[in-house]
């Protein structure tokens, strides 16, 4: 896999580069240059096993640590730390390989798998991680009645069943390709603490990975300890990690330049100049994208040309230029450009006002007005703006609506909207085309409500291609899937605009072996504090 990035070095090399970006790069591989300990850091890498890592956290702690269950972007990236799944997905490479089991799962044949358990597991309160405990784990999130929003990425497997003490069978539904990315979804948890009390579980977590949880006070900090038995691959290498929850941007920065913090997520893009004189600033291409999606049972938003005009209408340049600063790529497809499955869709949306009157020509739409629906999170509001002048360029009439996430969707799941702008990003659950799609397209909440697509002939085209694609593999899987990325650019039903590039900050001084991830989130998996 191949990382965009743009990085700018900081801490005692800060006088060459002050006030200014690197130009962008692509990495012939997925490490960057803070892969390498002695990378600036000082004291030929050598660890302090004794220090705490001190992190700066963007978002706001809601919800339930609880893996079958997590889905807030703090309690997903310290579940990266605090649990394991058989197979996981490296942050920052985005590779998978053997966490909890000891190695890959062994194929017995096209529908059947064993794994063994990592010899000497355990849970971070001293029980033995058994075979018992990863069938429970499975089958928890498998049970449609949990409500888990995980069930669709795990649906291929039929049976999960305990050969012996520590090894399980996986039987599958069908040979399916992707195991080996689907596996991690699935967090092994301690099925005694969990069938106690689910809900204290949720709340004090226990997992096998390296790093314990202390305790997690909302709008002040989440403290992590060394889990000392820990014996897989990510042993910790720090004592413990202050993760700050620092919601203000400007006090995050102001953290990350006084030295406060060690690392920081989302670098406000106005900050990345002025914070490189203090910190290593790198931004890498992620797959998070701003998307717009319509209402299709509202006319005109059930012809495609009028989807399709709104998209040629915008100057996608001056958008990412002046609202962005330049940390984003135009969408070219579903998939960004540097993943390993991507394919240029069908449809390019390039900004092109004159088609865009056609379209909305040919559609029979003259005095179009709308009322474009957005949320409040920083960089969308900046964008906004930008998107209705493009749009009132070309005689579509905007009105702008911004409000919190959680206002706005009330509004679309009512149906009371017409066009929404929104960001998001699945990709701290996997990086499979087929996964990434399902997030929009499954059979869930976006087809069935938000964009009313779901009864729609080529909808259940789509269907019927996502479901061959996980069956196949090699290059007849990849075809399947450009067929479904030329259908999702043509029917521009909720459709990319761009993917954003995340800005992150670390003092390369500090810490040794810390790597920005191209997805929400801080990893300080094989991250260690200098010694001094």
């Not at 990975?209 to 989440?222: C, I, M, T, W």
């Not at 049972?297 to 059930?302: G, I, L, Q, V």
């Not at 629906?373 to 005689?395: H, M, Q, R, Y």
């Not at 810390?514 to 001094?532: C, K, R």
Request: aromatic residues 10%; hydrophobic residues 40%; negative net charge.
């Amino acid at each position: 896999m191949n990382r965009n990035i743009t990085r700018t070095r900081g801490g005692r090399l800060a006088t060459a580069v002050a006030g200014t970006v690197a130009a962008a790069i692509v990495l012939a591989g997925c490490g960057g240059a803070g892969a390498n300990p002695s990378d600036g850091a000082g004291a030929n890498g050598e660890v302090d096993p004794d220090a705490i890592i001190e992190a700066g956290i963007s978002y706001t702690l809601n919800g339930s640590f609880d893996p079958m269950i997590a889905s807030g972007a703090v309690t997903v990236s310290a579940n990266w730390h605090i649990f394991e799944g058989l197979v996981d997905l490296d942050p920052v490479t985005q590779k998978a390989a053997p966490a909890l089991a000891a190695d890959l799962p062994k194929k017995v044949d096209d529908t059947t798998y064993e794994i063994d358990i990592r010899e000497g597991a355990t849970f971070q309160n001293g029980d033995p991680v058994t075979s018992d405990d990863v069938v429970f784990s499975y089958e928890r999130v498998l049970d449609p009645a949990n409500n888990s929003l995980f069930l669709s990425y795990v649906d291929f497997i039929d049976t999960v069943t305990a050969v012996d003490e520590d090894t399980v069978q996986i039987t599958t539904d069908f040979p399916f390709s992707l195991i080996n990315d689907r596996l991690g979804v699935v967090k092994i948890v301690p099925k005694a603490l969990v069938e106690e009390d689910p809900e204290a579980f949720g709340a004090n977590p226990v997992g096998s990975g390296p790093y314990a949880l202390v305790s997690a006070v909302p709008e002040d900090k989440l403290v992590f300890e060394r889990y000392d038995d820990y014996n897989g691959p990510h042993p910790a290498l720090a004592a413990g990690m202050n993760w700050n929850l620092l919601s203000d941007p400007s006090a995050r920065v102001t953290a990350m330049q006084s030295g406060t913090i060690q690392a920081m997520e989302d670098v406000p893009y106005i900050d990345v100049d002025s914070l490189a004189s203090a910190a290593d600033v790198e931004s890498v291409q992620s797959f998070g994208l701003l998307f717009m999606m319509f209402n299709t049972k509202a006319e005109p938003f059930d012809d495609p040309r009028v989807r399709q005009a709104l998209f040629y209408a915008l100057d996608m340049d001056k958008i990412i230029e002046t609202g962005m600063l330049g940390n984003a790529t135009a969408a070219t497809s579903f998939l960004p450009e540097d993943y390993p499955n991507y394919h240029e869709a069908s449809t390019v949306y390039t900004y092109d006002p004159e088609k865009a009157k056609e379209l909305l020509d040919e559609a029979g739409v003259s005095d179009l007005a709308i009322t474009l629906n957005t949320t409040d999170t920083g960089w969308v509001k900046e964008v906004a703006p930008l998107i209705k002048e493009s749009l009132d360029a070309v005689g579509i009439s905007t009105t702008l609506d911004i409000a919190q996430s959680a206002a706005m969707y009330e509004k679309v799941d009512s149906g009371d909207y017409t066009v929404a702008v929104a960001p998001g990003d699945p990709s701290v659950f996997g990086v499979d085309p087929d996964l990434l799609m399902n997030w929009w397209y499954g059979d869930n909440v976006w087809p069935n409500t938000r964009t009313a697509w779901a009864d729609s002939p080529e909808y259940a085209e789509l269907t019927a291609l996502m479901d061959a694609a996980v069956q196949q593999e090699g290059d007849e899987q990849q075809e399947t899937w450009n067929q479904a990325f030329d259908l999702l650019s043509e029917q521009a039903v909720l459709y990319p605009l761009f993917h954003r590039k995340l800005p992150t900050a670390w003092s390369s001084q500090q810490l040794v072996g810390f790597e920005p991830v191209p997805t929400t989130g801080l990893s300080f998996l094989d991250v260690g504090v200098v010694a001094q």
